[in-house]
């Protein structure tokens, strides 16, 4: 949520951050701006999209910093937009995260008589900087201090070629280069420049110029060593979220094998209760997670949705945190929670030096490449792969490479898969399955929900008599996914049931027909467990046509962010 960046050193200052903006833009895409240091600080600002700043004037500024937005105080004008300047005009400021007492240090500047010219809580640091009255790197440890909530924030100073740099709550890395230093809100935007970064801590605080990194955590000065940058950045494509399903099956096999290196905590053979925390798709993914591994295992789990998370802590518990970022704030929340409760944790992300990475006891990469596109669609299959793949070695069984090229291949043949109609996108929209075809519903109803605005819901097959059913007339329409042999005869009654009352039925389905109106079939899984891989396919495809169709911008819907790091 927001992306932040910082260049300072020989090339072009104005140039790279432009361009790494670009790549932080699916943190957050509702304003943008850019601050040069020039003879004065040149401020820019827009409310539009990053590819707005392309208008502005060349510089040949040596040191920069950039914003992308997703607001939280305060509406997306550019007079909300970051940076922020001093009341001197002296200091610019771009900042990530919410400040929890930011009406009180309002009220305080007002007294002071400065008059803040933005609604935004991030204001209130740039000010704050200005009226310390000592070396800049202090006034950073001075206002960092004052500030509750979450605070990363980078900050430049006229006639200077540096860059102040904070972390608190929201994350932060910087790459060290020959007379130049870069840092942003992820290793992504560093990926172009190097291959390796220095991930912050919450607390540290530095300044990077041409000749390094000085960092420092409590007034004193630490040394930090860089971690490998695991990403390469994304080629430049019409649209991420169509390249992403297509590489699918080569995502799926990077995380087999890097499974293969993956060491299992030994609290995962002795667990009595596993407990899974994601949001969104990832919490999808838990639910998945909860019942392959009760099924393969038999352990006793539990899927929560992170935002509801409440540990209590038992005897032999582990928690596993799914989040393609590593960076959701709610997931960070709980995973600190767990242990603050002594709770054993283990990682599933796919961003490598990800706080979600680095702070669990230990951590799976899934290794799915960088997903851009907001909506989760490889990355969610890799994180049911992942699942998987934990549940049988949990169960003392290894999964060989023939099973996961089985589901390569089945994936092929689902993402030529067509689900889009017309008439499906004209009428009420149900998603519908069992089991775990009614997680498969679930995901499907979301990515149409984000990146067409369109309302569509999820129930479980049996479910619908017990309500729903009332719905169901001329004007709807169901999807129904079937993918488990043992639920086909549940599948078909509720189909025939959706029928007689005139709504139109669309089935996916590994098990062949289930009478439905039209059938879109896939192969038949060897391992049922692994059909939702495959099975949601064809609806991430149908929400992406759908969002397309309507003329929307599927990679960067409407209010969402890629990364939500607030809570
Ligand atoms: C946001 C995105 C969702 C995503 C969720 C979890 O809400 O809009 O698409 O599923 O965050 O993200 P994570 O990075 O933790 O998997």
Redesign the pocket.
């Known amino acids: 949520m927001c992306g932040i960046i910082g260049y300072v050193g020989g090339r072009n200052a104005r140039d790279i951050v432009l361009e790494g903006l670009k790549l932080l833009e699916y943190r957050g895409y509702d304003s943008a701006g850019i601050a040069l240091v020039e003879d004065s600080l040149a401020v820019y600002k827009t409310a539009g999209r990053v590819r707005e700043l392309n208008m502005l004037p060349k510089s040949d500024a040596h040191t920069a910093i950039g914003h992308t937005r997703w607001a939280t105080h305060g509406r997306p004008t550019a007079a909300n937009a970051h940076p922020h300047l001093s009341f001197d005009g002296k200091i610019a400021v771009v900042h990530n995260g919410v400040i929890e007492n930011f009406a009180v240090l309002r009220e305080e500047l007002a007294a002071k008589g400065i008059t803040l010219l933005s609604d935004t809580d991030s204001e209130v640091i740039a000010h704050m900087l200005a009226l310390e009255n000592c070396d800049m790197t202090e006034a950073v440890r001075r206002v960092g201090e004052r500030l509750k909530g979450a605070a990363t924030f980078l900050a430049v100073k006229e006639g200077e070629d540096k860059i102040y740099i904070r972390r608190f709550g929201a994350s932060m890395a910087v790459s060290v280069g020959e007379g130049e230093g870069f840092c942003a809100s992820d290793v992504l935007a560093l990926s172009p420049h190097s291959d390796r970064a220095i991930v912050l801590g919450d607390g540290e605080y530095g300044v990077l110029s041409a000749s390094g990194l000085d960092l420092f955590k409590d007034g004193r000065r630490i040394k930090k060593q860089p971690i490998l940058i695991r990403c390469s950045p994304p080629k430049d494509c019409a649209c991420h979220m169509s390249a992403e399903l297509e590489e699918l099956p080569e995502a799926l096999q990077r995380t087999y094998d890097s499974f293969k290196n993956f060491h299992i905590p030994s609290e995962l053979a002795g667990a009595k209760r596993i407990l899974l925390v994601?949001?969104?798709?990832?919490y999808h993914a838990c639910l998945y997670g909860k019942l392959v591994l009760e099924r393969e295992t038999g352990a006793r789990c539990e899927a929560v949705v992170a935002s509801e998370f409440e540990p209590d802590a038992n005897e032999g518990d582990l928690a596993i945190f799914v989040?393609?970022?590593g960076?959701?704030a709610d997931?960070l929340s709980a995973l600190h929670s767990c242990k603050r409760q002594g709770i054993p944790t283990l990682a599933i992300t796919n961003v490598a030096g990800s706080s979600a990475a680095l702070e669990a006891d230990s951590s799976f990469l899934l290794e799915a490449g960088a997903e851009i596109a907001?909506?989760?669609t490889k990355s969610y299959c890799c994180q049911l792969l992942a699942l998987y793949l934990l549940a049988k070695k949990r169960a003392g069984h290894a999964v060989e490479q023939s099973e996961i090229s089985e589901v390569k291949r089945a994936a092929r043949e689902a993402l030529d898969a067509v689900a889009y109609e017309e008439r499906l996108m004209n009428s009420k929209l149900f998603f519908i399955g069992k089991g775990q075809d009614y997680i498969t519903a679930r995901e499907g109803a979301l990515k149409l929900r984000?990146i067409t605005y369109r309302q569509a819901d999820a129930y479980p097959a049996g479910e619908l008599k017990h309500g729903t059913i009332a719905l169901m007339d001329e004007g709807a329409a169901a999807i129904v996914v079937a993918t488990e042999e043992r639920a086909k005869c549940r599948l078909v009654a509720t189909v025939e049931e959706l029928r007689a009352r005139g709504a139109y039925t669309l089935a996916v389905s590994c098990v062949g027909e289930i009478g439905a109106d039209k059938h879109i079939l896939l192969p038949r899984m060897r391992e049922e467990a692994l059909a939702p891989i495959i099975s949601v396919l064809p609806l991430q495809y149908l929400a992406l046509t759908a969002s397309l169709t309507l003329g929307l911008d599927p990679d960067k819907p409407r209010n969402?962010?890629?990364?939500?790091t607030v809570i």
Request: overall charge negative.
């Open positions: 994601g949001c969104g798709t990832a989040t393609q970022s960076e959701t997931t907001v909506a989760a984000e969402l962010a890629k990364s939500v």
